[in-house]
């Protein structure tokens, strides 16, 4: 089982006790940064869930016979989406926060193999496409359109001919700059026939495009491979069970292609894998009805499975360097063609596909990393006898915001003329990591004060001292 589920139990619990009972003061051990001038800014103000855009789209009884897949009733009833034109979504504000921290650590890994970003025009020449031959081969799916001089362009889908075309402009480029990987996270647009699965298949979305241009074939593949690892490492430290398998080039083109699959119902693409070896296919570079494996040396039989692809990679060869006269000066001081791959990953379908295969139907369970928030504190519900304690969930969220891994990361249920019971039904629809509830336990004295602590991945609720509590959330990841 995902050691990931187990965080909380099995990883931390050994290393803070949960019955640790010594008392940490909140106003003595915490020491706030102080300015050049030794007066300490002011505290970074808590997000309040009471002042969160994040309005709810449905009601309960009331889901629309559109919704056709879990991540998408998740996405809209929790408030993370609001429908704009078909296959087009507003992210609101908890989306654009997860999004973000899922670009982070693609940069992290896209940078860690030499990648470097870039940003490349939305709006592209249909000269470049005409000479590519994909204008008329992309069919209707290219958005086309005219400027006022009657001049064609398209919102890009990709970016091979626009990318390839800015290295042919660079007359003195040499094998010693070489490889070079470029990469750009940047809305895509897509005129689906049929937009369904929320953001699992729109036509507007974002995707991380990159392109490497090698020195030799040799060389590309090398490229190739490592790219393809480091989309593994991606997945990895997603905690999602994914799956590599052969694909078609279709129309981006080239000579080799995999496709990067999560395991999932409600996946449009067929997979073919072998039980006996490591051959693994979409089932459309399979020959219809066949079941045993071609590759196998042990007749092992072809399963087949679906799945969401969410990353695509290509050797591309010479398909678009030899159009665009896209050229290196060798050692000789000759120019030669580059060859080129190209690698995408589909950020916001990554983010749809998550939500799909870890939540269950009532509440969304994000991968660890990418959480909008980490933390909620829920204080109780609003009384002449709860003042204190709310008083002390306050602090205690303060507390726990000044810890360098969750600045940014804890927010406060504020809402406190609800009850802990309908704010903790929320909290799990969310999906916040860990939800901290001050109830009638941090009543007692500080040596025997108690929070619960709901561990939303691995389904564990937890009765934690407040050491304990600051041991165990010190040690979360964030990006």
């Known amino acids: 089982m995902d050691a990931a589920l187990h965080f909380c139990r099995h990883k931390l619990l050994p290393k803070i006790g949960a019955t640790a009972t010594s008392f940490r003061c909140l106003s003595s051990c915490a020491h706030p940064r102080r300015a050049a001038n030794g007066v300490a800014p002011p505290p ?49 504000p908890a989306t654009v926060r997860s999004m973000e921290k899922l670009v982070r650590l693609i940069d992290q890994e896209m940078q860690a193999i030499g990648g470097q970003k870039l940003d490349m025009p939305a709006l592209c020449a249909a000269d470049l496409w005409r000479r590519s031959g994909r204008w008329d081969l992309m069919g209707k799916e290219l958005l086309r359109l005219k400027d006022r001089h009657g001049i064609d362009y398209c919102l890009g889908p990709t ?75 991606l997945f990895d430290r997603l905690g999602l069970r994914w799956v590599q398998v052969r694909a078609d080039t279709g129309n981006i083109g080239g000579t080799l292609s995999h496709e990067f699959q999560l395991p999932a119902d409600v996946g449009e ?66 120019a030669a063609l580059a060859e080129m791959g190209c690698f ?11 939500i799909e295969v870890l939540s269950g139907d009532e509440g969304i369970r994000w991968p660890g990393l990418v959480a909008p928030y980490q933390v909620c504190v829920l204080p109780p519900k609003r009384s002449g006898k709860t003042t204190e304690l709310i008083n002390l969930a306050e602090g205690l969220a303060h507390q726990l915001a000044s810890l360098p891994g969750l600045r940014g990361e804890v927010v406060l249920d504020d809402r406190t003329q609800m009850t802990i019971g309908k704010r903790l039904k929320d909290a799990s629809q969310l999906g916040y990591p860990y ?45």
């Not at 056709?68 to 609001?82: A, E, F, V």
């Not at 561990?455 to 050491?467: I, N, S, V, W």
């Open 44 to 92: 970074t103000p808590l997000p309040l869930v009471s002042r969160l855009f994040q309005p709810s789209n449905l009601r309960e009884g009331q889901e629309s016979t559109e919704l056709t897949c879990r991540s998408q009733r998740l996405m809209l009833q929790t408030g993370l989406l609001h429908p704009s034109n078909p296959g087009c979504f507003y992210y609101l």
């Open 159 to 233: 970016h091979e001919e626009a990318v390839t075309e800015l290295l042919a402009s660079q007359a003195n480029l040499s094998y010693r700059q070489l490889p070079l990987l470029l990469y750009q996270v940047t809305r895509k647009f897509r005129d689906e026939q049929k937009p369904k699965f929320g953001l699992l298949r729109g036509r507007e979305f974002y995707m991380k495009d990159m392109y490497s241009f090698d020195v030799s074939e040799e060389a590309a593949h090398h490229t190739y491979q490592s790219v393809c690892q480091a989309y593994g490492r």
């Open 344 to 354: 995408g990953l589909g950020v916001t379908r990554i983010l749809a596909a998550s």
């Open 435 to 479: 939800v901290v509830v001050v109830g009638q336990g941090a009543a007692a004295a500080a040596e025997q004060q108690q929070f619960e602590v709901i561990c939303q991945r691995a389904g564990e609720t937890l009765f934690l001292t407040r050491d304990a509590l600051t041991d165990l959330l010190s040690q979360v990841e964030t990006v």
């Open 269 to 334: 693409d067929r997979l073919l894998t072998c039980g006996a070896c490591s051959f693994s296919a979409n089932v459309e570079l399979v020959e219809e009805g066949r079941t045993d494996c071609p590759q196998c040396k042990s007749a092992g039989t072809l399963v087949e499975s679906k799945g969401i692809e969410v990353g695509h990679t290509f050797y591309l060869g010479t398909k678009y360097s030899r159009v665009f006269q896209a050229t290196f000066n060798t050692a000789q001081n000759k």
